[in-house]
């Protein structure tokens, strides 16, 4: 089974962020192993290490950049798709803190992607990263909710 590690700069405090999540990681669990591994908030260099050294050496670092490629629903379920089709077994995505990230883990990571221009804070960003991973394993599959 895939399995897609959520690396994020900062705990979600509000509950309704923390429900939302925990209703995407339900639904991923019969597509894929997810797992948000949460790092604390710190400046942005201290942050930028703390990922260096949690990022696993053999797995495809997709960063979450607004300056990053924009990739549509069918995008992202492409990729996902042919990175594992590809013998990629562990997918990482990075969500960093509210400064962003050092230039350190931007060169780490093997793509920086985009759901658009717009500025989301990291709670709502690691939200719609979710549903966009779920939505995306429901395309693969061919089935409805994404329509």
Not at 88 to 102: A, Y
Not at 124 to 130: G, I, N, T
Request: charged share 30%; hydrophobic share 35%; glycine share 8%.
């Amino acid at each position: 089974m895939l399995k897609i590690t959520v690396f994020a700069v900062g705990k979600l405090k509000e509950k309704f962020w923390k429900q939302a999540c925990d209703e995407y990681l339900k639904r991923l669990g019969g597509y894929a192993k997810v797992e948000v591994r949460e790092l604390p908030d710190s400046t942005r260099e201290k942050e930028g290490k703390l990922l260096l050294d949690a990022l696993p050496e053999h797995c495809p670092i997709l960063l979450l950049d607004i300056r990053g490629k924009e990739l549509s629903s069918e995008a992202l379920s492409s990729r996902i798709d042919a990175l594992s089709l590809g013998g990629d077994s562990h997918i990482c995505f990075v969500i960093g803190g509210s400064d962003g990230v050092t230039d350190e883990v931007k060169k780490r990571a093997t793509e920086r992607i985009s759901f658009g221009p717009i500025t989301l804070p990291h709670n709502l960003a690691r939200v719609v990263l979710l549903e966009q991973i779920y939505r995306a394993m429901k395309i693969s599959r061919n089935e409805p909710y994404h329509k």
